[in-house]
């Protein structure tokens, strides 16, 4: 089945320590997206790739950085994870030209704890 | 800026009942799309219904079925006949149509809804 796999599902890193997830689709869905999901609060999106077109939220801390080497791969890297990047991360694709139709297809997340 | 309400935080209902998830919106657009997700324990978030706001009509998949009160800005969720299986955290979701170009889509907080056998 046509999917958005995210890898690991559970990553514990050090505070301070560089991490990267990681986020495949094999729907060939021209937009990407990285959501930053804390307990109790809404998803907050933190940038999209459009093809190669990157967009970034005003207010995603310069901590957070992304890469889409390809359609099918996009990485979401934290330069210095604090205690509260600790979140769920989700990523989601969707065909910009069918969006309205469907809406967004969500991977299962990765779960970051930072110690 | 476009903002999503879920007042109800967790709700619970017997199963085969009926229960009803309330979502508030606000935006000065007049175009849009509404959304509601399903996100099950350690699982994927999954559409359930889709309201386009042009739409008069409520959207309806099955046992979901939606209230959009475009005036009030309010698009609740009626699940009817509720299984074990709905349980799950429900996000409402924004979506504006900038004249054919997308908006993202703004969640709220989310409701945890629990089916009791």
């Known amino acids: 089945d046509a999917m958005v796999i995210q890898n690991p599902r559970y990553q514990v890193t050090q505070f301070g320590k560089p991490v990267t997830l990681s986020c495949s689709q094999t729907l060939n869905h021209n937009v990407m997206y990285w959501y930053q999901q804390k307990s109790s609060q809404a998803p907050k999106l933190l940038f999209h790739?459009?093809?190669?077109?990157?967009?970034n939220e005003a207010d995603t801390p310069d901590n957070f950085q992304s890469r889409r080497p390809n359609t099918s791969f996009c990485f979401l890297d934290i330069r210095s994870p604090g205690l509260g990047d600790a979140a769920m991360y989700l990523c989601?694709?969707?065909?910009?030209?069918?969006?309205?139709?469907?809406?967004?297809?969500f991977g299962s997340g990765t779960r970051l704890t930072v110690v | 800026a476009q903002t999503v309400t879920q007042s109800q935080p967790e709700m619970s209902v017997q199963e085969a009942e009926t229960v009803t998830l309330s979502c508030t919106y606000d935006t000065s657009e007049n175009n849009y799309y509404l959304f509601w997700y399903k996100q099950p324990p350690s699982r994927q978030m999954i559409l359930v219904i889709r309201q386009e706001a042009y739409k008069q009509q409520n959207a309806t998949e099955n046992r979901f079925s939606v209230n959009f009160q475009k005036a009030a800005k309010s698009f609740s969720l009626k699940i009817s006949d509720s299984q074990l299986g709905d349980t799950a955290m429900y996000f409402c979701a924004f979506m504006a149509n900038y004249g054919g170009s997308q908006g993202n889509l703004i969640f709220g907080k989310g409701t945890k809804l629990s089916v009791k056998p």
């Open positions: 790739y459009y093809d190669k077109d990157f967009n």
């Open positions: 989601a694709t969707s065909r910009r030209s069918r969006v309205w139709d469907y809406g967004y297809t």
